[in-house]
Structures are given as structure tokens and as C-alpha cells.
């Protein structure tokens, strides 16, 4: 491989290039000196679309032929959602670096301009996450809940051509991609807590790879890597991935950090929501405190009965 071209594996969604030319962007910005290109991976993810994500299972769903090409050498960095990613990484793959994380919460997008509180039983609401549901059908147990897959543009075709009345996505990737037009209302975190992670771009490398590390260095941001590690760490300690409904949401002022968590139930009848205050130094650890008090309060139950169903 040429030493002075980097190697960036990306999947080759709209959204997963964007990601990938952002962080192209600043090393280029940060290593005039080098070059860096674009390695499209096509993932097991992208290639199954007609399957409720829960159904599959989700350990490197969209990770798994893109870490290969690390262990190959066959780029030298992988750019991820980092929500994407298991909170185990695969043996000597690392998360090397992270960008300014986004705007973290979900958005609600009708076909009609209604919000939230206005749907009744007569609207369908369109998720593929678990999390979405259970908490969707806590604020209001009425609501159907249908599923959906595919990228944005996908969703936002298949809700204009009737197979659901509104749509619940991460803000990040609407903005990122220049739909903030279609944007119904960004909800509130007493109503949606965000995916562990959301909004955040991780780049993933080879452990023993220093060269790499210290190109990432110059480019990430530590308060997001702060944040965000306590963010896995929480749901580590809950033994949950994607397709559990287990959200979190990270709120920071100055070196002071206040992560709230939560486990639900599918039918949403079940919603055990808790708060810890802590350093940025500490809150990896206190948010596995968060974590068992979780676990004790009867989120083990929520989780125990869950797992089958999400895993089969």
C-alpha cells in the first residue's frame, strides 16, 4: 500500500459518503502532505432490505465486511456511524478517532404537517428500532407502529406513497443530508431518547496501527469521545446492541455531565428512566452505575424477556 494514500472504508449510502467525506475533509485538512481515498464496502446490511432489522440480529450488521478490509489491509480506516457499532469491537480493531458529534435527537416527519400529539389509532408510524417503538407507544399506546427499511430518501418515498402517515428518524442524518424541509418537529428527549451514540461518526482502525492514530488525533474531538464512551459503557453494562430498546442521552455543561437512560418495554407499558451526574473524567464509570441501577429497578426483566424476540 503507498504510504502517502490513506485508505477510508465507508458503505456507499448517501449518508455513509457524506460521513466519509467529512472525515476525508479534515485529515486532508490536518495532512496537506498526504492523500486519502474512498473504499466503498458493501455490508450484509445493505444487501438484506426486505427483513425487520430485529429479526436479523444486529452484530456487525454494518460493520462486519468493512472491519475484514482492516484486518486485510486493505484501507487503513473505517469511517461508521458510531451507533453502528458493537460496544465489543472485534479483536485489535479500535475506535482510533471521532469527530464533533451532531445533533443527537430523533425527528418526527408526517405526510400532512401533523405532530406527534396529533396522531391517533387511525395513523401508522413507520420504525425499524425498537427503541422508537417502545417509547413512541409509552407516550401513546394507540399509536401503529409499522416497519420500515432503506435509507432516507427510501422512507420518505415509501410514506408519500402511503405505506405509513409519518416517520421517525435520527436528526443527524436528515440534516447531514440536506432534508431539513421535511422535518415535522425534533422531539424532545422526555418523550425519545436517542440510540446510544446517535449523531456521533466514529473511525475505526487496527490497534497496532500508530501512524493511523496519530492522523486521527489531530482531527478528533474529545468531548465527544467522552460523552459518547460512557454513552457504550452504559449500554455494554446492559449487554443490549441496536436492536434492544435502550436509549440514552448525554447533556453537558463545561467538564460536568448528566446522562439519563432507559429501558422499555416493546408495548411501552414498562418505561424505567434514571439520571447520574458526573465529571467527563468519570462518567465512563458512573455510567455503569447508571446502568445497574437500570438493571435493578426491573430493566434485567424488560431486557430477559426481550432478547429472544430481538434476537431471533
Known amino acids: 500500500m503507498n504510504k502517502n494514500t490513506i485508505k477510508i472504508g465507508t458503505r456507499g ?27 466503498i464496502i458493501k455490508t450484509k446490511g445493505d444487501k438484506i432490505l426486505d427483513v425487520a432489522l430485529s429479526k436479523i440480529g444486529d452484530k ?15 484501507i487503513d480506516l ?9 460496544t465489543e469491537l472485534p479483536e485489535n480493531l479500535i475506535i482510533g478517532g471521532m469527530l464533533k458529534r451532531a445533533e443527537v435527537r430523533d425527528v418526527f416527519i408526517s405526510k400532512d404537517g401533523r405532530k406527534l400529539a396529533d396522531f391517533t389509532a387511525k395513523d401508522k408510524i413507520a420504525t425499524s428500532s425498537l427503541r422508537r417503538q417502545s417509547q413512541l407507544l ?31 428518524m435520527a436528526a443527524a442524518g436528515i440534516l447531514r ?3 431539513e ?38 482531527i478528533t474531538d474529545e468531548a465527544t469521545r467522552a460523552t459518547t464512551l460512557a454513552e457504550r459503557s452504559l449500554l455494554r453494562e446492559l449487554e443490549g446492541g441496536c436492536q434492544v430498546p435502550v436509549g440514552c442521552f448525554s ?45 435493578d429497578d426491573g430493566g434485567k426483566e424488560i431486557l430477559d424477556s426481550i432478547r429472544p424476540t430481538s434476537e431471533a
Open 177 to 179: 443530508l440536506g432534508y
Open 60 to 74: 456487525g450488521l454494518f460493520t462486519k465486511e468493512i472491519e475484514q478490509a482492516l484486518y486485510d489491509n486493505t
Open 181 to 218: 424541509d421535511v422535518i415535522t418537529e425534533m422531539l424532545d428527549t422526555e418523550i425519545m431518547l436517542p440510540a446510544i451514540s446517535q449523531g456521533a461518526i466514529a473511525i475505526e482502525i487496527r490497534e497496532d496501527d500508530e501512524r493511523t492514530q496519530l492522523l486521527l488525533d489531530a
Open 138 to 168: 409509552h407516550f401513546n399506546p394507540d399509536l401503529q407502529i409499522v416497519d420500515i427499511r432503506g435509507n432516507v430518501e427510501t422512507r420518505l418515498k415509501k410514506m408519500n406513497d402511503g405505506h405509513c402517515d409519518a416517520l421517525i
Open 13 to 39: 449510502s448517501k449518508l455513509a459518503l457524506w460521513q466519509a467525506e467529512t472525515v476525508k475533509s479534515e485529515l486532508e485538512k490536518a495532512h496537506p502532505n498526504l492523500q486519502f481515498e474512498l473504499e
Open 251 to 295: 447533556e453537558v455543561k463545561g467538564d460536568q455531565i448528566k446522562l439519563t437512560g432507559m429501558v422499555a418495554s416493546l408495548d411501552g407499558t414498562k418505561c424505567i428512566r434514571k439520571s447520574i451526574e458526573a465529571s467527563l473524567e468519570e462518567a465512563s464509570e458512573k455510567a455503569i452505575e447508571l446502568a445497574q441501577a437500570i438493571l
Open 78 to 86: 473505517a469511517v461508521h456511524s458510531l451507533k453502528d457499532l458493537p
